[in-house]
């Protein structure tokens, strides 16, 4: 990625190369670079405040100087970019404070005028679980109150870690096909060994648990989502490039959890930090299940992609596999592994190596 920004290319680029929203809600990103010239700053929201969680931090560390690089092209349009991360996470940092020769402000400095921030500046908050909703981190680091607004309203853009380093893959031409992701759990009364994985777009559920070692009982619940923000899913399911966590749950444990609309939180049920994070693990199963629709939580605003190929099929990585609808916001999908095509619906596409 070298060279200044096209700003007018950005949204294409990062449209075609099928960008969604990795924080975990899934919504495609280039609506919000379609709209740069409305912004004035840049919030990287790197709170990820799931406590078994670490691809944020860890995109960081391994991914600062294409972060940084990204961060210098944006300021020919954004004057300011902010990344808000935790305060106890701030080793994890220390790669991407170097490489973009951050201004660091700690807690007790905050909040922050943005029209006195000159290039990046890292603010680190208080280590709060709700600080990772984007409209309290606004608040919190930079006094910006938005109410039932959009950020860009207020003149911000805001993007997790994983999005905008897909961002950055896009701006070089590269399709999501893959994402990281935790798995973990609390069976029998025993947690599980929380596993970092980078695994093809459509990975299944069931194959991510095999991995891990996980022989699941059958009354297990599996959850997409972390201990704090979760929702039942299905071991057939393909991941999708919002997935950030999956868990293996005690019945008893998720009726405890579960509220009213579905959301499970364990948090206090059980003990989730973790002492020494391992690297994340490759994993590249015989199949996937690749998902038309990133996300489901938007009532109808987001369109799943069109399948643009039929069962019988050969396809290569990167191909074009379904095409963003135009009824309302959609993003392509691509072939995250080479094989057949062997089934498709209008919720999926199956491919399985030759």
């Known amino acids: 990625m070298r060279g200044s920004l096209d700003v007018s290319d950005l949204a294409a680029a990062v449209q075609v190369a099928g960008v969604v929203g990795a924080g975990g809600a899934g919504f495609p990103a280039h609506v919000k670079w379609d709209q740069l010239e409305a912004a004035s700053y840049l919030l990287v929201n790197h709170q990820e405040s799931e406590p078994n969680s670490y691809v944020d931090k860890w995109l960081a560390r391994r ?8 961060f210098d092209r944006l300021q020919a349009s954004l004057g300011t970019v902010i990344v808000g991360a935790k305060w106890a996470d701030r080793e994890w940092l220390a790669p991407l404070e170097r490489a973009s020769a951050a201004t660091v402000y700690e807690p007790a400095e905050l909040p922050l005028d943005p029209d006195a921030v000159s290039g990046v500046a890292i603010a680190y908050t208080e280590s709060t ?10 608040q919190v680091v930079a006094d910006t109150v938005i109410g039932r607004d959009l950020p860009i309203e207020h003149g911000w853009i805001v993007q997790n870690t994983e999005t905008l380093c897909n961002v950055a893959g896009a701006l070089d031409g590269e399709p999501v096909l893959r994402t990281h992701l935790h798995v973990d759990g609390f069976l029998a009364g025993d947690r599980l060994s929380n596993q970092l ?4 777009v459509g990975t299944p559920v069931s194959s991510l648990f095999a ?8 009354e297990a619940v599996l959850v997409d989502g972390g201990p704090g923000w979760g929702f039942e899913t299905a071991a057939e399911r393909g991941v999708a490039a919002p997935t950030n966590c999956l868990l293996a749950l005690d019945p008893d444990l998720v009726a405890e959890g579960r509220y009213e609309n579905g959301r499970i939180d364990v948090r206090e049920l059980t003990d989730w930090s973790l002492d020494d994070p391992p690297a994340p693990e490759r994993l590249d199963p015989e199949r996937v299940r690749v998902p038309t629709l990133p996300g489901d939580r938007f009532d109808g605003a987001v ?3 069109v399948p643009a190929v039929e069962p019988g099929e050969a396809v290569q990585v990167g191909d074009r596999i379904a095409e ?3 009824e309302a916001y959609s993003v392509p999908r691509h072939a995250p592994i080479d094989g057949e095509v062997t ?3 209008d919720r999926s596409i199956e491919i399985r190596r030759r």
């Open 63 to 70: 991914h600062a100087d294409r972060l940084a690089a990204l």
């Open 129 to 138: 679980y709700e600080y990772g909703m984007e409209g309290l981190l606004l």
């Open 197 to 200: 994985f980078d695994v093809p």
């Open 211 to 218: 991995a891990a070692g996980i022989d699941l009982p059958s």
């Open 303 to 305: 369109a799943p992609a």
């Open 324 to 326: 963003p609808a135009s």
């Open 343 to 345: 089934a498709v619906t």
